[in-house]
């Protein structure tokens, strides 16, 4: 089989039928002979071939990566000029390339090759001792991990968020809720990842760096806002980190970040199609038009336009006036940074009234499912992003409680009367995941354990606190 092999490895199709005859037991070989390929095209001057290569591309996002992976790789890409989006791409010299007429599109000696991530694999590869793709099976299977990870996790999620505000597509709070909570799922697997990795796989920039380095440039500069990424600190880090290289920032620029999210973009009505009129139709609607001109008696009394109705006022704004201020109470809490408990939970009992105010603690139902900690905190950001709704009427503490899976879920809430809201039960689905129960303030035991849930009180219950959000 060796000097079948040998003849092999000349022929990169006959490599992939040779990795396939011998299985799993071929992998190294299968790594070696493609490194025997890359070095063949190296030597046959295929590589600097690819220095006029040309990529069509529109959307800045999508070719900053091969651009990038480019710089690294040395290897220079050239844009094509004049290339009209709705146009070029229509041509029949176009879908040769690709049939279906998106962009982006590499145009090599060798033949075309279009999806994003498909080019950039193919410019990182181009260089034989390239680093972009790690030295060992394992550091390549963790790349392409990534790599898809940053695609259908973060990228994809971004864009339903974004996409959707820019009027491509339909917009629908409740379904933006989804794709917010999913990205911030994402975000926090990623940010648990990069607590202890400076890079996404080994010590140095590789191709799913640069993926998702260009996946997390679309959302910081459109849409993702110092307040929702300060949520995920190592990520902030990284992405800061990444966009400063000299590499990258030679490609990309000066970066900055989004100051708010965009606005739902309205479309307005298309006209209606005036449909052809005879002469005869055209001949009356000139007759219309001059009786329209002729002076009209004067009515004594004109029709005048149905006035809006007022929107109806929350039943929570139709209680009698309390004398805690809500407002008041979250100032003290977040301006509190020392001595909490003699100036913040004091300053609560103080303000707190009975009559106008209630307090419940909830727990959540199926603590069994809570295995994983960025999982599970995730749950409880998605619930407080689903509260925002009431957000005039109540404050609210979350704990995430445990050293060790399954983690347990408790909370502590203040609603605007005595009883949860009606419309808060109704709207927000996870008030169903959550056992409810009214706290007794003629308890002790319970007074204090709402004072150790404002304060994040640890250990909590003998247990130590994984997470603690609050809701104001």
């Given at each position: 089989?060796?000097?079948?092999?040998?003849?092999?490895?000349?022929?990169?199709?006959?490599?992939?039928?040779?990795?396939?005859?011998?299985?799993?037991?071929?992998?190294?070989?299968?790594?070696?002979?493609?490194?025997?390929?890359?070095?063949?095209?190296?030597?046959?001057?295929?590589?600097?071939?690819?220095?006029?290569?040309?990529?069509?591309?529109?959307?800045?996002?999508?070719?900053?990566?091969?651009?990038?992976?480019?710089?690294?790789?040395?290897?220079?890409?050239?844009?094509?000029?004049?290339?009209?989006?709705?146009?070029?791409?229509?041509?029949?010299?176009?879908?040769?390339?690709?049939?279906?007429?998106?962009?982006?599109?590499?145009?090599?000696?060798?033949?075309?090759?279009?999806?994003?991530?498909?080019?950039?694999?193919?410019?990182?590869?181009?260089?034989?001792?390239?680093?972009?793709?790690?030295?060992?099976?394992?550091?390549?299977?963790?790349?392409?991990?990534?790599?898809?990870?940053?695609?259908?996790?973060?990228?994809?999620?971004?864009?339903?968020?974004?996409?959707?505000?820019?009027?491509?597509?339909?917009?629908?709070?409740?379904?933006?809720?989804?794709?917010?909570?999913?990205?911030?799922?994402?975000?926090?697997?990623?940010?648990?990842?990069?607590?202890?990795?400076?890079?996404?796989?080994?010590?140095?920039?590789?191709?799913?760096?640069?993926?998702?380095?260009?996946?997390?440039?679309?959302?910081?500069?459109?849409?993702?806002?110092?307040?929702?990424?300060?949520?995920?600190?190592?990520?902030?880090?990284?992405?800061?980190?990444?966009?400063?290289?000299?590499?990258?920032?030679?490609?990309?620029?000066?970066?900055?970040?989004?100051?708010?999210?965009?606005?739902?973009?309205?479309?307005?009505?298309?006209?209606?199609?005036?449909?052809?009129?005879?002469?005869?139709?055209?001949?009356?609607?000139?007759?219309?038009?001059?009786?329209?001109?002729?002076?009209?008696?004067?009515?004594?009394?004109?029709?005048?336009?149905?006035?809006?109705?007022?929107?109806?006022?929350?039943?929570?704004?139709?209680?009698?006036?309390?004398?805690?201020?809500?407002?008041?109470?979250?100032?003290?809490?977040?301006?509190?940074?020392?001595?909490?408990?003699?100036?913040?939970?004091?300053?609560?009992?103080?303000?707190?009234?009975?009559?106008?105010?209630?307090?419940w603690f909830c727990d959540f139902k199926y603590n069994e499912e809570n295995t994983v900690s960025f999982v599970t905190m995730n749950k409880v950001g998605g619930f407080l992003l689903r509260m925002d709704l009431c957000r005039k009427y109540a404050f609210g503490k979350m704990l995430v409680i445990g050293s060790e899976p399954p983690f347990k879920v408790k909370g502590l809430w203040l609603f605007r009367g005595p009883k949860i809201p009606k419309f808060v039960m109704e709207?927000?689905?996870?008030?169903?995941?959550?056992?409810?129960?009214?706290?007794?303030?003629?308890?002790?035991?319970?007074?204090?354990?709402?004072?150790?849930?404002?304060?994040?009180?640890?250990?909590?219950?003998?247990?130590?606190?994984?997470?603690?959000?609050?809701?104001?």
């Amino acid at each position: 089989r060796a000097p079948t092999v040998r003849i092999l490895c000349f022929s990169f199709k006959k490599i992939l039928e040779c990795f396939v005859a011998y299985n799993r037991s071929s992998i190294s070989l299968f790594v070696s002979l493609f490194d025997c390929y890359r070095a063949d095209l190296r030597s046959s001057g295929a590589v600097s071939t690819l220095r006029w290569c040309c990529i069509l591309a529109v959307e800045t996002r999508m070719r900053l990566r091969h651009l990038i992976a480019a710089e690294y790789s040395g290897v220079n890409v050239e844009l094509v000029k004049d290339f009209q989006m709705g146009v070029s791409n229509h041509t029949p010299d176009f879908l040769k390339m690709n049939p279906i007429g998106k962009v982006p599109v590499l145009e090599t000696p060798d033949g075309p090759v279009f999806e994003s991530n498909a080019i950039a694999r193919y410019v990182a590869r181009m260089k034989a001792d390239s680093p972009l793709y790690g030295s060992s099976l394992m550091e390549y299977s963790h790349i392409e991990q990534w790599i898809d990870f940053s695609t259908t996790e973060v990228d994809a999620n971004i864009g339903k968020w974004l996409y959707p505000r820019l009027g491509f597509y339909p917009y629908v709070a409740v379904i933006e809720d989804t794709f917010i909570t999913a990205l911030k799922r994402a975000l926090g697997a990623l940010d648990t990842h990069l607590a202890s990795n400076t890079y996404l796989v080994g010590h140095s920039v590789i191709l799913a760096d640069i993926v998702m380095a260009c996946n997390l440039y679309h959302g910081f500069t459109r849409i993702m806002t110092k307040s929702f990424t300060s949520e995920f600190p190592h990520v902030e880090r990284y992405f800061w980190t990444m966009v400063n290289q000299p590499n990258m920032k030679k490609v990309m620029g000066d970066v900055k970040q989004a100051e708010s999210v965009p606005p739902v973009q309205k479309k307005a009505a298309a006209p209606k199609e005036q449909k052809p009129k005879d002469a005869k139709k055209e001949a009356k609607k000139n007759e219309a038009k001059k009786e329209a001109q002729k002076p009209e008696p004067v009515e004594k009394a004109e029709e005048e336009e149905e006035a809006p109705k007022p929107k109806p006022k929350n039943a929570l704004d139709l209680l009698p006036p309390s004398k805690m201020i809500l407002d008041e109470w979250k100032k003290l809490y977040s301006n509190t940074k020392t001595n909490f408990r003699e100036v913040a939970i004091k300053g609560f009992w103080d303000m707190y009234d009975p009559e106008g105010y209630s307090l419940w603690f909830c727990d959540f139902k199926y603590n069994e499912e809570n295995t994983v900690s960025f999982v599970t905190m995730n749950k409880v950001g998605g619930f407080l992003l689903r509260m925002d709704l009431c957000r005039k009427y109540a404050f609210g503490k979350m704990l995430v409680i445990g050293s060790e899976p399954p983690f347990k879920v408790k909370g502590l809430w203040l609603f605007r009367g005595p009883k949860i809201p009606k419309f808060v039960m109704e709207e927000v689905y996870d008030m169903a995941l959550y056992d409810w129960a009214k706290v007794d303030l003629s308890d002790a035991a319970q007074k204090e354990r709402v004072s150790a849930m404002i304060e994040d009180l640890e250990p909590f219950e003998g247990e130590a606190l994984l997470d603690a959000k609050c809701f104001k």
